[in-house]
C-alpha cells in the first residue's frame, strides 16, 4: 500500500491525531480527536482522506473533544473502550472539575460509541489493527497495534522518556506498569511507536532508556 501517515498536534495539550490513509485521495482513519476539529479537518481536506474511523485510545477531552465534529462531518464510526465511559461522556465536567478549564467552546459528542474489547481485530481502510486494552493511565486505554507495519499507537501509555501520568480519576500506576508490561514491551525492539504527545519512537529505544521501564526489562 502507497502509506500516508501524518501527526497533527492540536490543542493546548499538543495532543496528537495520527492520520493514516493509503494515500492522498484514499480511505483512512484518524487516532484520536482532539477538541480542535477544525485543524484536524484542514489536514484531512488537504490530503482528500475519505475517514471511515475514529479511534480513541482514552476518554480524556484532550483526545476526544472533536470526535463528535469530526463524526459528523465524516459520517465515520467512533471507536472507544467501555470502561472510560466516565469520561468519554462527560467532556465538560472532566474540563471543570479534573482540568480546572473553563469550557472554551462547545463539545459535541458523536451519536454513538462502537465499544472496543482486549483482543479486537478491526478492519479500517485496508489497516489491521489489534486493540490492546492498557489499563493505567485511565481504566479503559487502548492502544492499537498494527503489525503489518510494525507500528503500536500508543495514547498516552507510553511517550518518548516517560510514560502516562496515573494521578487523575481512574489512573493507577500498578495497572500502568502491568499493561505495560503484558501488552506493550512483549512487542519487538522494532516497532515504531506514534504516541498521543511528542514525538515517535520505538519499542527498543524505550525499553533500552526510558527510565520508568527499567525494573520491567
Keep these: ?17 495520527w492520520v493514516v ?8 482513519f484518524v487516532v484520536d480527536a482532539p477538541p480542535d476539529p477544525e485543524a484536524v479537518g484542514r489536514h484531512l481536506a488537504e490530503l482528500d482522506v475519505a475517514v471511515v474511523g475514529i479511534l480513541l485510545t482514552h476518554g480524556h477531552i484532550d483526545h476526544t473533544g472533536g470526535a463528535g465534529r ?14 472510560d465511559d466516565f469520561l468519554t461522556l462527560h467532556p465538560i465536567e ?5 482540568f480546572g478549564m473553563t469550557p472554551p ?3 459535541d459528542l458523536p451519536d454513538q ?4 474489547e482486549h483482543g479486537q481485530r478491526l478492519d479500517l481502510a485496508g489497516v489491521e489493527l489489534e486493540v490492546r486494552l492498557t489499563p493505567g493511565h485511565t481504566p479503559g486505554h487502548c492502544c492499537f497495534y498494527w503489525e ?9 501509555q507510553l511517550f518518548a522518556g516517560s510514560v502516562g ?5 481512574g489512573g493507577s500506576y500498578e495497572d500502568l506498569m502491568s499493561s505495560m508490561k503484558s501488552q506493550v514491551l512483549t512487542l519487538e525492539d522494532d516497532v515504531r511507536v506514534l504516541p498521543g504527545h511528542g514525538p515517535d519512537t520505538s519499542i527498543g529505544r524505550e525499553r533500552q532508556f526510558n527510565p520508568f521501564l527499567q525494573n520491567l526489562v
Excluded: C
Aim: proline share 6%; no cysteine.
Design 94 to 98: 472532566q474540563l471543570e472539575r479534573i
Design 21 to 28: 490513509a493509503d494515500g492522498p485521495g484514499g480511505k483512512g
Design 70 to 83: 469530526l463524526s459528523a462531518r465524516t459520517g465515520a464510526k467512533t471507536y472507544v473502550h467501555p470502561d
Design 1 to 17: 500500500m502507497s502509506l500516508l501517515i501524518r501527526q497533527i498536534p492540536v490543542w493546548v495539550t499538543e495532543t496528537n491525531a
Design 113 to 116: 460509541f462502537e465499544h472496543l
Design 165 to 169: 501520568r496515573t494521578d487523575l480519576p
Design 148 to 156: 503489518d507495519e510494525g507500528i503500536l499507537f500508543s495514547g498516552d
Design 105 to 107: 467552546g462547545e463539545y
